[in-house]
């Protein structure tokens, strides 16, 4: 059963005088998500020059390396991040599974596995993105559509009800992309937490931990509306403390649902590359969950 209320207790109980690590894994990546941020707002932006018809043909040559550079550092940005999101994730499924202090070297230790983080990262951005193209057609039929109305019927009244629809069913096309980044929301843990599950096969397993719950993993998400509020109004201060709550709730769900995999047969063991010797702690009987919430 997916009970997102323990999972939060859980976060609290684990983030319990061990909050600095964590404080220092999010500040650091704050600091180089602005870096980015900041050299790409020294860019030219042809899409913000073509809504004002401010586009310099003559000169667009600085456009063409903009947006190369842009579409560079994008890429950058994801391989950095999922980096970081990788290493950070280590020291959260540490924290998850044994009240031990944890360390700085922790995370150092999980940045030295780039390449599988790079992999997971740049596979599961692939997917979205495909299925992100599904709005496209849709884009294309409905603004088809619009033309046609508008050339026969000329109404400018009925054009200006139209486009706000279209922007909804346009919207609408990424619905399909929105559900399935909670399909391959589990792999970044699953290729984390064991050595022989690579990229591919980490959004193979996090889709099959998945089904059927992708629901409640939307409505834990929701949950945490209020404090990315507090965040935005703290601008951003209330993040150091906020995003490792929601990591760790985040892991101890991903815990729950792999538990529940493997019991029910959709996942196992050998899928994991472990042996039932090597077994964590959390996929037996009694779990490190379960003895904290008789603390609770």
């Given at each position: 059963?997916?009970?997102?209320?323990?999972?939060?207790?859980?976060?609290?109980?684990?983030?319990?005088?061990?909050?600095?690590?964590?404080f220092?894994?999010?500040?650091?990546?704050?600091?180089?998500?602005?870096?980015?941020?900041?050299?790409?707002?020294?860019?030219?932006?042809?899409?913000?020059?073509?809504?004002?018809?401010?586009?310099?043909?003559?000169?667009?040559?600085?456009?063409?390396?903009?947006?190369?550079?842009?579409t560079?550092?994008?890429?950058?940005?994801?391989?950095?991040?999922?980096?970081?999101?990788?290493?950070?994730?280590?020291?959260?499924?540490?924290?998850?599974?044994?009240?031990?202090?944890?360390?700085?070297?922790?995370?150092?230790?999980?940045?030295?596995?780039?390449?599988?983080?790079?992999?997971?990262?740049?596979?599961?951005f692939?997917?979205?993105?495909?299925?992100?193209?599904?709005?496209?057609?849709?884009?294309?039929?409905?603004?088809?559509?619009?033309?046609?109305?508008?050339?026969?019927?000329?109404?400018?009244?009925?054009?200006?009800?139209?486009?706000?629809?279209?922007?909804?069913?346009?919207?609408?096309?990424?619905?399909?992309?929105?559900?399935?980044?909670?399909?391959?929301?589990?792999?970044?843990?699953?290729?984390?937490?064991?050595?022989?599950?690579?990229?591919?096969?980490?959004?193979?397993?996090?889709?099959?931990?998945?089904?059927?719950?992708?629901?409640?993993?939307?409505?834990?998400?929701?949950s945490?509306?209020g404090?990315?509020?507090?965040?935005?109004?703290?601008?951003?201060?209330?993040?150091?403390?906020?995003n490792?709550?929601?990591?760790?709730?985040?892991?101890?769900?991903?815990?729950?649902?792999?538990?529940?995999?493997?019991?029910?047969?959709?996942?196992?063991?050998?899928?994991?590359?472990?042996?039932?010797?090597?077994?964590p702690?959390?996929?037996?009987?009694?779990?490190?969950?379960?003895?904290?919430?008789?603390?609770?």
């Open positions: 059963m997916f009970d997102r209320i323990k999972y939060k207790q859980f976060a609290l109980i684990q983030l319990n005088k061990r909050l600095k690590i964590p220092l894994m999010v500040l650091i990546t704050i600091v180089i998500s602005e870096a980015f941020n900041l050299f790409d707002n020294f860019l030219p932006d042809i899409t913000k020059d073509l809504s004002n018809n401010t586009v310099d043909f003559e000169n667009f040559q600085k456009y063409f390396i903009s947006i190369i550079v842009k560079g550092i994008l890429f950058l940005t994801i391989i950095v991040m999922s980096i970081l999101q990788f290493a950070s994730n280590k020291v959260y499924l540490k924290m998850s599974k044994s009240p031990e202090p944890v360390f700085f070297n922790d995370f150092t230790d999980g940045l030295k596995d780039w390449k599988k983080a790079v992999r997971t990262g740049l596979w599961t692939l997917w979205l993105f495909i299925w992100g193209l599904i709005a496209i057609p849709v884009m294309i039929i409905f603004s088809i559509l619009i033309s046609i109305i508008s050339t026969v019927l000329g109404t400018s009244e009925l054009i200006t009800v139209l486009i706000p629809i279209g922007v909804l069913i346009s919207l609408a096309g990424f619905i399909p992309m929105f559900i399935k980044s909670f399909s391959y929301s589990m792999a970044i843990y699953l290729a984390g937490e064991y050595n022989k599950v690579g990229a591919i096969k980490a959004l193979t397993l996090s889709k099959k931990i998945t089904e059927n719950h992708k629901m409640d993993l939307f409505v834990l998400s929701l945490f509306l404090w990315i509020l507090l965040c935005v109004l703290t601008f951003g201060i209330a993040s150091l403390w906020v490792p709550y929601i990591s760790l709730t985040q892991v101890n769900a991903y815990h729950a649902l792999l538990k529940e995999a493997v019991d029910s047969g959709k996942v196992s063991l050998s899928d994991l590359g472990i042996s039932d010797e090597e077994k702690v959390y996929l037996t009987d009694k779990t490190n969950q379960q003895n904290e919430e008789e603390n609770l």
